[in-house]
């Protein structure tokens, strides 16, 4: 049974409304037309004085296929020796929106665009991150590059950081590259239509199975929280699509690890203070031992992320489908990141997730405030110039990105809450497969299989716990709460 009555919810309204409620200032201050303008008069292209001019390479980016605001692009190489020599070019943001501009500072006080599904709440005009400071395919751009060599054994070497001017030749999306890439479907039309594109791509995927190969043996987790987003139509949310990680989305992940750590190593040696991301030892590492006991496994009673990877990739075997909330419980039990200034000669508390010792955020400056500040410090270093953000200045904007941060995801997680109520509620009355997620004196939690949607058993359930498998009837959703309700 359906629901036969028309229902209207204004989720972008309600988007809205969430952004002001969590701390953020979804619209740009009076004034940003005029400074727009502006930037986007003085905004011509780049000279090569100073620069290398890589607009020759066969640079191409892989994201979503509804990103519009492209940070990075990738190149590589085979080297004589079998190393394969890999440059990510990042945007230059920096190069338009200036320290302490009107612009600047609003996207300190924001610090991150926010993706709610229906709409994207930017932390740049769109005019720049979309634009003018956006790596768009056939645009020569100014940009940071890093380099790295990866050996077979996946080890990286040789790392540096320098200013360039680049041409993105081909924008690419994670879902067709991905697919071709595994062999599930043929290549996306700008590949089968350029031979050299291809190569490259392919080569690029052998430097990052390398990479990613060394992490895991270092102790990176393979993690596995299911996303989805809305399939919009006409503006309206019709129904709910599965975010697939494939090969094309491991190889932009290895890729960022490794230029954040070339940037943040550079910056380390040549003694300049600047905002790591980290994610500490897990304080609650008691918790995910009794996690694992309750599962079978056995976990030792110090932090030792290789021997919980080995637990993950053993119950992902065993058991996909409860695989993403197992993933989801370690996430919480691991705690959120956090940014931190680090001072020259100071050890990095690190990122236990990623098993890496040197990580800062540098790679996605159109979208993330901390980008913005380490492309500044590094540039200013490779300039020669005094650095820009004293460290007293550094500590506040580590916090107040953290926080925002924290926010952004609660107003994520709340459209997710309102986009699958609305999805289903011409749906009531239907059945789903579902697995108990919780099980607590507030009540119990269900997660249906397809689509991917928390809910609440309201009815009946009585003797079920967490990971038993049920057939949940869907009775009543309630957008402005975000609820979905079910019974047995």
Known sequence: MTSSHPFHFNLISAAHAAMIEHGFQPDFPAGTDVELATI???AERPAPNGVKDLRGLMWSSID???S????????AERLPDGRIRVLVGVADVDACVHKGSLIDRHAQSETTSVYTGVRVFPMLPAELSEGITSLNEHEDRAAIVTEICVDETGTASDGKAYRALVR???QLAYPSVGAWLEGRAQAPAKVAANADLAAQLRLQDEAARRM?????QHGALDLETVETRPVLLHNEAVDLARLEKNRATSLIEEFMV???GVVARTLGDAGVASIRRVVRTPKRWSRIVDLAAGLGASLPADPDSKALNDFLLTQKQKDPDRFPDLSLAVVKLMGPGEYVRVNPNESSPGHFGLAVQDYTHSTAPNRRFPD???QRILKAWLNGEPQPYPEGLLDAIALRCTEMEDQARKVER?????IAAVVLQKHIGQSYRAVVTGANHYGIFIRTLDPHVEGMLVRGGKGLDVGDRITARLISTDPQRGFVDFSV
């Open 168 to 170: 993105n030749r081909a």
């Open 64 to 66: 979503n296929d509804t």
């Open 258 to 260: 490794a230029a954040n």
């Open 212 to 216: 990613v190969d060394s992490r895991f």
């Open 68 to 75: 519009k605001d492209l940070d990075q692009i990738e190149w």
């Open 40 to 42: 986007q008069a003085q």
């Open 414 to 418: 709340e459209m997710q809450k309102r």
């Open 372 to 374: 913005v500040v380490t």
